[in-house]
């Protein structure tokens, strides 16, 4: 399992790219309501810092959008698609809904632990890889599948994820 550090250890400041993309989202909404912009902004943040969201990126997030901090605590931990914990260059998210379920997604899981050395959650010794179960993807015709990063791969065999794998950085 990695051991990144969290970004900062004092207080972390949002970049100025960070604060134009969410000004940009705050744009959005009504000026009484910037808070609706919450979601963007953690996505943006989180896209900022290899992928998942320390406490003080929280942090900061509240209270640039003037928000108490657990309201912004409750969507990053509702929402699968924010992390909270470092993940690797290459996070796999396996659908583990009806369709991948039944034809075989259980086994790829248990087929990338292996191959990789690690469990859900956890990231590969060199940082590589992270492994993670996530409901659907919406590629129900394509089932087993998983995404990584904005990528689908669908039909999966262990020969197939061998593939997707070594063609990865």
């Known amino acids: 399992m990695s051991s990144q550090a969290e970004p900062r250890n004092e207080a972390y400041v949002l970049s100025n790219a960070a604060r134009a993309e969410i000004d940009r989202w705050i744009a959005k909404y009504p000026a009484d309501q910037k808070q609706a912009a919450v979601m963007a902004a953690l996505r943006t943040v989180q896209q900022e810092h290899d992928g ?10 509240a209270d640039y959008l003037d928000m108490p901090m657990i309201a912004v605590y409750e969507v990053a931990t509702f929402y ?3 992390e909270l914990a470092p993940v690797g260059r290459h996070k796999i998210c396996v ?6 379920m039944l034809r075989g997604s259980e086994q790829i899981i ?15 010794a060199d940082g590589k890889f992270s492994v993670k179960r996530v409901e659907c993807l919406g590629a129900c015709v394509g089932a087993p599948m998983f995404m990584i990063g904005h990528t689908y791969y669908e039909d999966l065999t262990p ?8 063609e990865l950085e």
């Not at 998942?52 to 997030?61: F, P, T």
């Not at 659908?95 to 991948?100: A, E, M, T, V, W």
């Open 52 to 61: 998942w969201l320390s406490q003080a990126c929280l942090d900061a997030v």
């Open 80 to 82: 699968t698609m924010y």
């Open 95 to 100: 659908c583990n809904s009806i369709s991948c």
């Open 110 to 124: 248990e087929y990338l632990k292996e191959k990789l050395n690690v469990d859900l959650g956890e990231v590969t």
């Open 159 to 166: 020969e197939k994820i061998d593939q997707i794998l070594d």
